[in-house]
């Protein structure tokens, strides 16, 4: 998929001030400094459509961007970074929570997972809250840039065995790096294709 246009619609801080749910959307939803917004400027090669920072918690509410007049990309804060408040935390989770529960055009959410850690608590717990929402969702490790290769190997390989435990089947995996522009054609192929799938 090639992108020629891609422009920011608007920040909520709850569900029911969000756009019309006229599009399909796809959330990107992981801890915050996971790399959730670095992603969607690297798929969108707009490097300042969505607001980055090496602090945690710089994402704060629910951002819209609408692609190609086709579809939307939606930024959403972190959860579980101990060094953001805990007032924090819990009113963010509280907002992702009701955005996954009422938000009808939400065709599915890339959970990330920074590829340098052991699985985490809070994603595993997010893991759960997913299937129990019976919402799709895929996995993106992120920031493979910072190690080898063969260590991302071994961190997904670790993250499936641990998911064999309470899932049947494994989601679909992406490997990436916004500072290398890797996983890019993977994803936007893959949203081509659910997006076919909910035209047809
Ligand atoms: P919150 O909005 O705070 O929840 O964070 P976020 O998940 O949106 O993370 P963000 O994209 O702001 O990135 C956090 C930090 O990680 C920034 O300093 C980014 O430059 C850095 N970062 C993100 N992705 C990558 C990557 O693929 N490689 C490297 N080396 N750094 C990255
Ligand atoms: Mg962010």
């Known amino acids: 998929m090639i992108i020629k246009e891609a422009t920011f619609i608007s920040s909520n801080t709850t569900v029911a001030k969000c756009p019309a749910t ?4 796809y959330a990107f939803i992981g801890r915050s400094n996971v ?3 670095s992603l969607i400027n690297m798929l969108t090669n707009k490097s300042k459509l969505a607001k980055t920072s090496s602090f945690p918690g710089k994402t704060q509410l629910i951002n819209h961007f609408k692609i190609n007049d086709n579809w939307y990309l939606v930024d959403l804060p972190g959860y579980g970074w101990a060094k953001v408040s805990k007032e924090s935390r819990e009113k963010w989770l509280k907002m992702i929570k009701a955005y996954l529960q009422q938000r009808q055009n ?9 590829s340098r850690h052991e699985p985490q608590k809070s994603d595993l ?3 759960e809250l997913l299937g129990s929402l019976q919402i799709p969702f895929v996995l993106v490790f992120t920031k493979t840039d910072k190690q080898s290769d ?4 071994q961190a997904v390989a670790t993250y499936q065995k641990k998911l064999l435990e309470s899932w049947e089947e494994l989601p679909q995996i ?14 936007l192929n893959f949203i081509d294709q659910v997006n076919a799938e909910l035209n047809k």
Do not use: W
């Open 22 to 25: 006229d599009l399909p959307e």
């Open 35 to 37: 790399g959730k917004s």
């Open 106 to 114: 939400l065709a599915c959410v890339f959970l990330l997972i920074d």
């Open 125 to 127: 717990e997010f893991i």
């Open 150 to 153: 063969l260590k991302t190997q």
């Open 174 to 187: 992406f490997i990436t790096s916004s500072s290398e522009k890797k996983g890019r054609d993977e994803i």
